[in-house]
């Protein structure tokens, strides 16, 4: 039988479910305007009816409530916080860029390309009016102006990075502190849903706290269904940083070889980018994917070892101040003049650059001298004597190839009285005899062997060859001599060490076709200048062929003649040889000895142990010293290094000298490479197979930077990963790391062949007439830089130019080592043609054309950041709405739905009301049992 208050039940659920509907509506009302507020709803359900005896039917009891729900959609959550991802990501990059473009004006709004015009300008003026101090020193400022500029944007770019590296610490404290208050959440959103009650106000704070981190991190939410069944989870690509309460936090670490700047990794996963810093410290630019997703064989440690063989010296080659006539050399001693005639008649041949790494000749089939013969019996007016050197770092030999009539063979030897001859078997030699030679002598340093009748000579250790012919051309013909040009130097009786200095440096001028003079604005074409190459008309053509003579003075007083590389590095390697190279008749190094240049080596078993020199006899005819020793070698070039803040010259017999130059010789993931310098993001790879000239530039690994520290034999694993890949934090590592160090390689190269074309030119032309550089060359314009890598920041006038101006080299000369005077401006006019020099993008640009090309690039980049940025503001505006029509709260459906429910609550009130009278009624109407 159904209770008489069943009624009265029923209605009091129904009050119950209409009053908390007006309590919900009325917290909807008054939390319009809160963030991240979830409209609410209260959710029922009939309660379970009671069953009856008529008709086997059922009596409803009312509505539960069953729980008060917030109004999201999941979907249309994890859209948002995708968006909001990228839209922060692209807002960051926007904002950066548009900083980056003020920073190319300065303060007088007048652009990196305006001072760029006004520097060659300048220059020009100079060509016009030559002789005109004020013209001159006009020039030296408006030079002046651009080095301080660009330093200072140097500084400026340094200083964003600094800044965005403090944005970097200070957002990730942010996520930080949201992931801890999450946690917290968590705990909280458990304890009251024990407790049966509804945490949607907690919720709505770890939503909107979630929203901040992905904001922040990229970070993304799990699904609903693993909350239900463990915990909450949240994660970056991957790897779990919030699971209920426990939490894993982003650590910075500091990067020693980026400034010190962080690397942002997850707490309990952090690694070292380097394991050994000694060995090698790395840049990793956001770009640089893990190998792990290109080559399945890498290590899922995303390790790969960079092994590091040899560091770079990064030294020029220089040559000069053989072993005097008082020490048993030839070179000329006791020359307290440079301008003192020298009293040699003759010539010699200079050269730069190498032959790679390995060399490949041609294959010996013709006839003569027949398959598989290097030479055979040679014919009436052929030449019966070949000789070419073969040198790579250290090693250095010059092997001769005789025919000797009574014999009817060839004879090689070398020029180390300690190395055997050796006889050919037959009236040819074979490449088989001749590259049997060569692995003989070279102790391992080089080796030779055959393949299909061709020779095949390879450096090892990563060393690079060099190959020249020093008397007939037996390496030319066969394909395996250096192929840069060979500039032939004419000596004569009366020249002085500074005049064949002036000789060797007009050689090297960037362009001497035609020499103009300019007097008093009157132009009339010069002179021809007569300097031959090898192959003919084949100028040196950039600054990694050609080097530069200087007049230097030793510690004793006396003048020696030094040449110098323009370019550091291994592969810029000269090479002295005879004039015959050059079809004059000399046929020795007699001038290149006297001067300095070559000069006899010996073991240190022949050396003094006194002197720490070789030991010499007096020659009885004579008279003078002659140097002893059973392992002596002639012709040896005479590598030094300038120790100009010592005033000392490095040589081979200097203890503890280093007069060669090494390249860093390093491998990584099986792939080996070379580099002049030891900082450095694109090397020179030397290739397993075939003919290497290890010359080419490629990037190294996308996104890395490298930094050898110095240790060498050792090898260290670099890990390339990256535990942020969106959001804001990821932007300002991207921003700070990628687009600005990108930029900057950009100034590095203007800056670097800036200064090193320009000075190439400049070290050919003569300072002004009217001062003690009338007739000098080799001097400097800018101070020297080194290396491409770093160049930014480094451009300077040299301190000598800006002291006095007369050392600005305007003038060129007439190939007789002389000046054409101070009226002549050529050499300012060479220099004036370097603005429209394609040296960059593969010989496509100039320097306008990099400058107008980096502002175009950064301008489309702007553009695509302020564009992809207001797609993604528009993407957000459209979620947002979707979203507000699902979480949103409208005020005006709020007090309708208070109106509904207050009317409800009246209706059941009344309900109640009447359920009460029915009863009264019924219990005073029949009286009570008994009675």
């Known amino acids: 039988m159904v209770s008489t208050y069943h009624g009265i039940e029923t209605g009091r659920r129904a009050l119950e479910y209409f009053k908390k509907g007006m ?26 009816g009671l069953s009856t005896a008529v008709n086997i039917s059922h009596l409803g009891t009312g509505v539960k409530i069953t729980a008060i729900e917030r109004m999201r959609d999941l979907f249309l959550d994890s859209q948002l916080r995708r968006a909001t991802t990228e839209q922060a990501y692209w807002e960051t990059m926007s904002t950066g860029v548009l900083r980056i473009e003020k920073f190319i004006v300065n303060t007088n709004a007048k652009g990196l390309n305006n001072l760029l015009d006004s520097f060659w300008a300048g220059i ?82 770890r939503d909107l706290l979630a929203e901040k981190l992905s904001t922040l991190t990229g970070a993304s939410v799990g699904p609903i269904s693993e909350e239900m069944d463990s915990d909450y989870k949240i994660s970056i690509n991957g790897k779990v940083i919030v699971q209920g309460t426990n939490t894993k936090h982003l650590m910075l670490v500091e990067n020693p070889a980026n400034k010190g700047y962080y690397d ?168 088989s005899e001749l590259s049997g030679y060569i692995n003989g002598i070279s102790g391992g340093a080089v080796t030779a062997s055959v393949l299909n009748n061709s020779i095949i000579i390879e450096a090892q250790d990563g060393q690079i060859l060099s190959i020249d012919d020093t008397a007939g051309d037996l390496m030319e013909r066969s394909g395996l001599a250096n192929a840069n040009p060979i500039v032939l130097i004419e000596v004569d009786v009366e020249d002085s060490l500074q005049t064949i200095a002036n000789k060797i440096n007009n050689a090297y001028l960037y362009d001497r076709a035609e020499v103009i003079e300019v007097a008093e604005g009157d132009e009339f074409a010069g002179s021809y200048i007569p300097y031959t190459t090898v192959p003919p008309n084949t100028a040196p053509s950039s600054p990694e062929q050609w080097m530069h003579a200087t007049v230097e003075q030793d510690a004793d007083g006396n003048y020696f003649l030094a040449l110098t590389s323009n370019v550091v590095g291994e592969a810029n390697r000269i090479n002295v040889l005879s004039g015959e190279v050059c079809g004059a008749s000399i046929n020795n190094m007699h001038v290149a000895r006297v001067l300095g240049l070559i000069e ?41 290094q300038l120790d100009r803040a010592n005033n000392a010259v490095v040589t081979r017999y200097t203890e503890g000298g280093d007069i060669y130059v090494d390249d860093a010789y390093i491998e990584m993931d099986g792939r080996k490479y070379l580099s002049s310098s030891n900082s450095f993001k694109y090397a020179r790879e030397i290739y397993p197979n075939g003919e290497s000239g290890a010359d080419e530039l490629v990037e190294f690994y996308p996104g890395l930077r490298i930094f050898l520290n110095g240790k060498e034999g050792a090898s260290t694993n670099i890990i390339i990963r990256h535990h942020l890949t969106d959001g804001a934090i990821y932007a300002s590592l991207k921003l700070r790391d990628d687009v600005l160090l990108s930029q900057m390689d950009t100034f590095d190269e203007m800056m670097y062949q800036l200064a090193t074309q320009f000075n190439a030119v400049h070290y050919s032309g003569y300072g002004n007439e009217e001062s003690e550089y009338s007739n000098v060359t080799g001097m400097a314009f800018f101070e020297t830089i080194k290396n491409q890598y770093g160049a930014f920041g480094n451009l300077a006038i040299d301190s000598q130019v800006m002291l006095d101006q007369n050392r600005f080299a305007a003038a060129c000369g007439g190939g007789t080592g002389a000046s054409l005077g101070s009226k002549d401006g050529t ?80 209706y059941a009130s009344q309900y109640i009301s009447t359920m009460f009278q029915v009863i009264d009624q019924i219990i005073t109407g029949v009286g009570r049992v008994g009675l």
């Open 600 to 640: 006899d080596g010996y073991d240190d078993a022949d050396l003094d142990p006194q002197t720490g020199l070789p030991a010499t006899t007096t020659d009885p005819v004579t008279g003078l010293p002659t140097i002893t020793g059973s392992a002596a070698q002639t012709n040896l070039t005479s590598y030094i």
């Open 23 to 48: 309590e919900i509506a009325g917290i909807n009302t008054s939390n319009t305007a809160k963030a991240g507020y979830s409209r609410q709803v209260v959710s029922n359900k009939a309660t379970d």
């Open 124 to 205: 020009q003026q100079v060509q016009k009016f030559p002789s005109d101090s004020a013209v001159r020193n006009a020039a030296l400022q408006e030079a002046d102006t651009l080095a301080k500029f660009t330093n200072d944007l140097y500084s400026v770019y340094g200083a964003y990075r600094d800044e965005l590296n403090k944005d970097v610490k200070a957002l990730v404290t942010d996520a930080n502190s949201y992931i801890d208050q999450i946690a917290i959440l968590n705990k909280a959103i458990k304890t009251v849903r024990v407790a049966g009650g509804e945490p949607n106000s907690l919720l709505d704070q």
């Open 264 to 431: 942002v990794q997850i707490e309990y996963d952090q690694y070292d980018i380097t394991s050994d810093y000694d060995v090698a410290g790395v840049i990793i630019e956001s770009r640089a994917n893990d190998l792990r997703e290109v080559e399945k064989a890498i290590s899922m440690n995303g390790g790969h070892e960079l092994s590091v063989y040899r560091t770079a010296d990064e030294f020029y080659w220089t040559v000069g101040y053989a072993l005097g006539q008082s020490q048993g050399g030839e070179r000329k001693d006791d020359i307290i003049d440079s301008n003192e005639a020298v009293g040699l008649s003759g010539s010699f041949a200079l050269q730069v650059g190498s032959r790679g790494v390995r060399a490949y000749s041609q294959v010996f089939d013709s006839n003569p001298p027949g398959l598989g013969n290097v030479l055979g019996e040679p014919g009436p007016g052929e030449r019966t004597s070949y000789t070419f050197r073969i040198a790579a770092g250290d090693f250095e030999r010059t092997i001769t190839a005789d025919w000797d009539d009574g014999l009817s063979r060839w004879v090689l030897s070398s020029n180390n009285a300690s190395d055997p001859s050796f006889t050919a078997a037959s009236q040819e030699l074979s490449v």
């Open 827 to 906: 050499n300012a006019l060479s220099l004036a043609k370097l603005k429209q020099a394609t040296l960059f993008m593969g010989g496509m640009a100039d320097f306008e054309d990099l400058y107008k090309d980096f502002v175009a690039g950064l301008g489309a980049f702007g553009q695509l950041a302020a564009n992809t940025l207001q797609t993604q503001d528009y993407v957000i505006e459209q979620i947002e709405v979707q979203r507000e029509a699902v979480m949103g709260v409208n005020t005006s459906e709020e007090m309708l739905s208070i109106v509904e429910f207050n009317q409800s609550f009246n």
